[in-house]
């Protein structure tokens, strides 16, 4: 795999949960390389600058380089909490990010005399960050500094060898000890990428150039379990979109099933591990909170149906009685609490339930019915029909099949014109827009008739510009270039898009946005959205569902080739 930027992607490793970048904070770069935490949010706890100047800096999945000249210092993860650093020609300065220490806010710094090293602990992360000098020449400066004040260990100063390892634990460690090399160590973390990318993109080649890029995003925004993330989870980023968001998870899940079964597995449960009692999934998780102030879209159902596809073997036949339990719940929370007695459909509170925060569909009015809503918990019902009858419950089986045929009847009756389908507030008032969410029935597939899939495929292609499916028509008024979900193209709707069409039989027109959407991942990296007009990458550039997307989607092109 070639080199990749960091200030596209960050370096990190599998279950580590920090990483070096210099994309220190929402949208902020630094002029240097920071040692970044992702606990308790995302937090730049060290700054690793270069000795005596400034460096040029390469980075692959196994190991990151500082140059200059015929100076040289490269990193290498030992373990998600330690990595190792070794320079030659080319000494580090490895600072608190932040000089000023509070009671309550930065870093203290000093030196621990039990295991012969440099220790900065952070209040921010509420974690330590120990710098062991295992070779080489050093100095500390600021030991034990109370306010502003330098507080840094420096190695390689005289441009003679050096090696460190630098640590992330809580309040204690016995002193670092290693039996392998530097050399080992990044041959060993190199090995380990090489198994993750031949078992989830086996089918890689010259037609899938960013295949091995995507993969390696995935692998190494995976973080342990901890604090709130209770299972091994694939962070959205390791930039400032650090989340697990209910709906952006079942993606990652689909891109792992095909090579890494249990990882997709815990992928899809993460979100079901924090399900409340009325059976809402959290609005997303992180290592130090749970939000529940909005939901995400009822997709699972549909997850779930394309996951008997992709995981070998299908659904584990022992986890069925909890996943109908968990879906079940899910379902029953929007028929339960987000819909208006006597009204056939669920609605929204506000675009950050629908995962399409602000789109035009919710321009005016945020509490709205609309048709994608309807359409994945058709979608779902029929899943948790598939679900009652594995499990044995016939009674269940005729319930879900009902509620499913009688909202897609009346979705068919109410919120389609005879041209487009359309959402409405809660008084009644139709909500036609421009808008790529109102399609998104499409995602039915081959259950809508086959003149109003026809009808829909045809709205759709109105979307799809040379980079792929604007999510709002390039000559609508309200059409913004980073627009968010005005405008850009994202990754969750062209797979959901795409899955439909070809579902229901357009499968022409599904090969043409795959392609598209491909190419611009290709072109322009994993970006959380692109420009749909010139495919710039937009917003935090080391998206974990947009990697995904294209692994769906280029591993899904090569089946069918």
Known sequence: MDDFSVREIPFSHPGAWFGLSPVTALATYADD???????????????????????????????????????????????????RITGHGLGLRIAAADPTLTPFTGTYFFHDPVTSSHVFTSYETGHRYRVTVLSGRSRAVGAAALGTAERAVLVGEDGGEWEIAVEEFTTARR?????????????????????????????????TPAAELACYVLWSATVSPAGFVTRPAVLMSKHWMDKVWSWDHCFNALALAPGAPESAWD?????????????????????????????KPPIHGW???????????????AELPRLYRQLAAWTTFWLDHRRVPGEPFAHYEHGNDSGWDNSTVFRGQRLVQTADLAAFLVVQMRELARLAGEIGDAPAVTRWTREAD????????RLWDGSRFAGRALDGTPRATASLLDLVPVVLGAELPADVHARVAAAVAAHLTPVGLATELPDSPWYEADGYWRGPVWAPATVLVEDGLRRGGAVALAD????????????????????ALTG??????????????????????????
């Open 33 to 83: 390389l920071h040692l970044v935490s992702h606990r308790n949010g995302m937090h730049a706890v060290l700054s690793l600058v270069p000795l005596p100047g400034g460096a040029d800096v390469t980075a692959d999945p196994a190991v990151l380089t500082w140059t200059s000249g015929r100076g040289r210092a490269t990193a290498a993860f030992e373990s998600p909490s330690a990595l």
């Open 175 to 207: 002193a670092f000890s290693s039996g392998a090399t530097f050399t080992e160590v990044a041959a060993a973390s190199r090995r380990s990428f090489a198994r993750f990318a031949d078992a989830v993109a086996p089918w890689r080649n010259d037609r």
């Open 267 to 295: 992928q899809l449960q993460v979100v079901f591990d924090h399900q409340t009692e009325e059976g809402a999934l959290p609005d997303s998780i992180t290592h130090a909170e749970v939000l529940h102030n909005f939901v």
């Open 303 to 317: 997850a779930v149906s394309r996951l008997r596809e992709r995981l070998p073997g299908g659904l584990p036949a």
């Open 406 to 413: 009688t909202m897609l009847a009346a979705l068919l009756d």
């Open 512 to 531: 043409e946005v795959s392609a598209t959407f491909r190419a611009v991942c290709e072109k322009s990296g994993f970006a959380e959205n692109f420009d």
């Open 536 to 561: 710039q990458g937009q917003r935090d550039r080391a998206y974990t569902w947009t990697a995904s997307a294209y692994l769906v989607l280029a591993g899904d092109a090569e089946r069918r080739r």
